[in-house]
């Protein structure tokens, strides 16, 4: 099983970008995903979730507002759209799949994380 994280690049503060995610070797429509993301010299934090269906999302409040997390079960495909950049979103930025399916409630912690993407990394620059 992997996933496939890209659409990471340098961009200036303000700008926008669009993180895919695609899960290869098996559907993970059953289970909870995420985005973490950990910066230099910190550790890995949560950024965004999504339920199965994609009925429920959850941001953390760095990123309220301004990040739009999006699902497509059909395609195993994981998304984050990122408006409004700025220069502390800078971070290697990480999808991620729950460790049981149909929970979601634990999603915001990396110790239930069962399946990390390789990262893919994000620079903003003023």
């Known amino acids: 099983v992997q996933l496939q994280a890209s659409g990471g690049g340098l961009v200036r503060a303000g700008d926008s970008l669009s993180l895919s995610c695609v899960a290869v070797g098996r559907t993970f429509s059953n289970y909870a995903m995420a985005w973490f993301r950990q910066a230099p010299g910190k550790e890995r934090e949560f950024v965004a979730s999504i339920r199965w269906r994609g009925d429920g999302k959850d941001y953390a409040d760095s990123v309220k507002g301004r990040f739009t997390i999006s699902r497509d079960n059909a395609k195993n495909t994981l998304s984050l759209l990122m408006n409004n950049l700025k220069l502390e979103d800078s971070a290697v930025y990480y999808c991620?799949?729950?460790?049981?399916?149909?929970?979601?409630?634990?999603?915001?912690?990396?110790?239930?994380?069962?399946?990390w993407g390789q990262g893919t990394l994000v620079t903003v620059s003023s």
């Open positions: 991620a799949v729950g460790g049981r399916p149909y929970v979601y409630s634990d999603i915001r912690r990396s110790s239930f994380i069962h399946h």
